[in-house]
């Protein structure tokens, strides 16, 4: 792999300073099957109109997700599936940490 530039290592931690946000993983996996309204993603999430709507913005300025319109409704997909790659890798190594924690704890207990 070649070298970063500085400009690209800026634009690699962004992005992953938006996906450092719980809502917006939450909002992510709430799209990871399929197209959702706003207001699908605000019951899916059990987050306002207001927070959801914000933290679209940033997904959507990032690439992340992509928009449509019809009507006075907007509809949100995941535009880089390739997240999910990234969240998976992440999550996996969650669930291991937190299955040795759980182990330790059981054998201390």
Not at 26 to 45: F, M
């Amino acid at each position: 792999m070649a070298r970063m530039t500085p400009e690209l290592t800026d634009i690699v931690a962004e992005r992953f300073r938006a996906l450092g946000e719980p809502m917006r993983i939450r909002i992510l996996d709430a799209l990871r099957h399929r197209e959702r309204s706003v207001s699908d993603l605000v019951a899916a999430t059990r987050a306002t109109q207001a927070n959801v709507s914000k933290h679209l913005t940033v997904l959507h300025g990032l690439g992340f997700v992509a928009r449509r319109k019809e009507g006075t409704h907007a509809f949100y997909r995941v535009a880089d599936p390739d997240v999910f790659k990234l969240c998976d890798l992440v999550c996996g190594g969650a669930r291991e940490r937190v299955r040795r924690q759980q182990q330790v704890l059981r054998a201390a207990g």
